[in-house]
Nanobody, 123 residues
Framework: VQLQAFGGGVVQAGGSLRLSCTAS????????WGWFRQAPGKEREVVAA????????YYSDSAKGRFTISRDNAKNTVYLQMNNLKPEDTAVYYC?????????????????WGQGTQVTVSS
């Protein structure tokens, strides 16, 4: 499975961005998706995650109420809509996919990773 992420950029605080991530290859093995981010000097952390079906979703405390994860299974694509962005959201954002049927938000449990896309929020 190969993942390709798009949509990062520079935005002012309070603005919005939508990230997208498209999977190719043996996508039928994907059980869940995740969006993670990593700021300089910090560990990679989960932002949002969802099962392929959408039956289970997770948002970090910082993402709740501002970010929305969604999927278009026909396009093998997952999205992260980010609203009311804050300077502390500045990071490289990664999409990831996981084969196991157990839902997880732990980065090390994900099998496939996209290349990362930079999000910079200016104050």
């Amino acid at each position: 499975v190969q993942l390709q992420a798009f949509g990062g950029g520079v935005v002012q605080a309070g603005g919005s961005l939508r990230l997208s991530c498209t999977a190719s290859g043996r996508t039928f093995n994907i059980y869940s998706w995740g969006w993670f981010r990593q700021a300089p000097g910090k560990e990679r952390e989960v932002v949002a995650a969802s099962t392929w079906s959408g039956s289970t979703t997770y948002y970090s405390d910082s993402a709740k109420g501002r970010f929305t994860i969604s999927r278009d299974n026909a396009k093998n694509t997952v999205y992260l809509q980010m609203n009311n962005l804050k300077p502390e959201d500045t990071a490289v954002y990664y999409c990831a996919a996981r084969n196991s049927v157990r839902f997880s938000t732990t980065p090390s449990s994900y099998d496939y990773w996209g290349q990362g896309t930079q999000v910079t929020v200016s104050s």
